[in-house]
């Protein structure tokens, strides 16, 4: 015949339509809005639509089908309680000068273990550090 052995394993190529191959991306993010491109193109695949992750990544982002992100809020300040709240005394004063007023807070800071609290005083007029951080680590797992 005079054509290499290779040519009969050869699959001929077929483009997808890029309007198609968005719509149905479209129907996957509306079902799953948290996939990002590697779950689309996986998605896809199983579908039986091949594409590059190149081209899946820029249809997404022209087209706003970007993952929505959902991240946990973890609440850290309980205002509805019947325990006394102190007025803020230090609202109507203006420091001009160090050591009239100091402020501090806690946070916590999360690490790979959990989390660990931090406690800071700073000086409100230089914005100083007036005490190291104290560091105390949480009991919770």
Known sequence: MGIARSTYYDQPETAVDDTALVETMGEISDSFEAYGYRRMQAALRQRGILVNHKKVRRLMREHDLQP???RRFIATTESDHELPIFPNLAKNVTPDGPNQLWVSDITYVT????????????DAWSRKVLVTPSVGRSTRA
């Not at 690490?111 to 700073?122: D, E, T």
């Open 68 to 70: 929505r992100i959902r």
């Open 111 to 122: 690490i790979a273990a959990g989390f660990v609290y931090v406690a800071v005083i700073l």
